[in-house]
């Protein structure tokens, strides 16, 4: 038993079983099939996670647009706004107020309008050719009983990721979100 483990441990130190025990490594060798692995699948997984990013903070930024407009909005509905005198300046400094921690206040429009009955209501888009019209803008907080719509608007700067995925709907790579609160005035 002896004598045949040493013919075995001379004969493994022969140059012809090493060469046929690296070339048989050639064939096996798996350390670096990991790394290909992960290289064949690294540019989908990376646009699925660039993805999934861009519409949470999307719809992060709509809920945030969406509260901010409808608190602001009470101060009309209750009548603070006409009785205050409300300018459309501190009309949107107020909405900008509710949704500074997300929403950069430069980039939130107002647009308030009166209407007598909500069957003539309509909303008005304010995309021309991929880009905000501030001149489509009104400002009328309206009298007691009267029916009013709030529209808020802001542009949130997007980018497009690998594979050519992107949530813009305006040029320069935006996203126009839009808020909207839909009321009759108290009777205040």
């Given at each position: 038993m002896?004598?045949?483990?040493?013919?075995?441990?001379?004969?493994s130190?022969?140059?012809?079983?090493?060469?046929?025990r690296?070339?048989?490594?050639?064939?096996?060798?798996?350390?670096?099939?990991?790394?290909l692995?992960?290289?064949?699948?690294?540019?989908?997984?990376?646009?699925?996670?660039?993805?999934?990013?861009?519409?949470?903070?999307?719809?992060?930024?709509?809920?945030?647009?969406?509260?901010?407009?409808?608190?602001?909005?009470?101060?009309?509905?209750?009548?603070?706004?006409?009785?205050?005198g409300?300018?459309?300046?501190q009309?949107?400094?107020?909405?900008?107020?509710?949704?500074?921690?997300?929403?950069?206040?430069?980039?939130?429009?107002?647009?308030?309008?009166?209407?007598?009955?909500?069957?003539?209501?309509?909303?008005?888009?304010?995309?021309?050719?991929?880009?905000?019209?501030?001149?489509?803008?009104?400002?009328?907080?309206?009298?007691?009983?009267?029916?009013?719509?709030?529209?808020?608007?802001?542009?949130?700067?997007?980018?497009?990721?690998?594979?050519?995925?992107?949530?813009?709907?305006?040029?320069?790579?935006?996203?126009?979100?839009?808020?909207?609160?839909?009321?009759?005035?108290?009777?205040?």
């Open positions: 002896v004598i045949l483990l040493l013919l075995r441990r001379v004969a130190l022969l140059p012809a079983a090493r060469l046929r690296k070339e048989a490594g050639l064939f096996c060798c798996e350390r670096s099939s990991t790394a692995e992960f290289a064949f699948i690294a540019v989908p997984l990376f646009a699925l996670l660039i993805a999934i990013l861009e519409t949470g903070l999307v719809f992060i930024s709509q809920q945030v647009l969406q509260t901010a407009t409808t608190e602001t909005a009470r101060l009309i509905m209750t009548g603070q706004a006409q009785m205050g409300l300018t459309a300046a009309f949107l400094a107020d909405v900008c107020n509710n949704a500074t921690p997300v929403l950069a206040c430069k980039d939130i429009d107002v647009n308030v309008q009166t209407f007598s009955s909500f069957s003539s209501m309509t909303m008005e888009s304010p995309l021309q050719n991929g880009k905000f019209n501030q001149a489509a803008m009104n400002y009328s907080v309206g009298g007691p009983g009267d029916i009013v719509l709030v529209q808020v608007f802001y542009e949130l700067p997007v980018m497009t990721g690998p594979l050519g995925f992107t949530l813009a709907n305006m040029a320069g790579n935006s996203r126009l979100l839009q808020a909207t609160a839909v009321f009759r005035n108290e009777p205040y």
